[in-house]
Nanobody, 122 residues
Framework: QVQLVESGGGLVQAGDSLRLSCEASGRTVNYYVLAWFRQAPGKEREFVAG????????IYKDPGKGRFTISRDNAKNTMYLQLNSLKPEDTAKYYC???????????????WGQGTQVTVSS
């Protein structure tokens, strides 16, 4: 079992950058693939990016493709999401998740953090 804690969210202006972190505890994070999802008020939770165990394979979903970068540091048991050129429509709660397969389907992920809020003002 693994526990996930997100941090790094905040209130920023359009065009700014943020780096989100997801720190894992419990079972070593090397055992899991990791992903970021986000959920805006009144909307479904949507996939943002995923990364395999070694960090060599990454997938992204629009609209973050080209602006967001996922990475992980297994020695620190931490995953990151670099958010660049933020837009007001990126406003959402961002969640990290751990599972066995890199996929955009949230049902495939076993463990979830509590989320960190990102708010982008215009």
């Amino acid at each position: 079992q693994v526990q996930l804690v997100e941090s790094g969210g905040g209130l920023v202006q359009a065009g700014d950058s943020l780096r989100l972190s997801c720190e894992a505890s419990g079972r070593t994070v090397n055992y899991y693939v990791l992903a970021w999802f986000r959920q805006a008020p009144g909307k479904e939770r949507e996939f943002v990016a995923g990364i395999n165990r070694s960090g060599t394979y990454k997938i992204y979903k629009d609209p973050g493709k080209g602006r967001f970068t996922i990475s992980r540091d297994n020695a620190k048991n931490t995953m990151y999401l670099q958010l660049n050129s933020l837009k007001p429509e990126d406003t959402a709660k961002y969640y990290c998740a751990a599972g066995q397969q890199v996929t955009a389907y949230k049902s495939e992920y076993e463990y979830w953090g509590q989320g960190t809020q990102v708010t982008v003002s215009s």
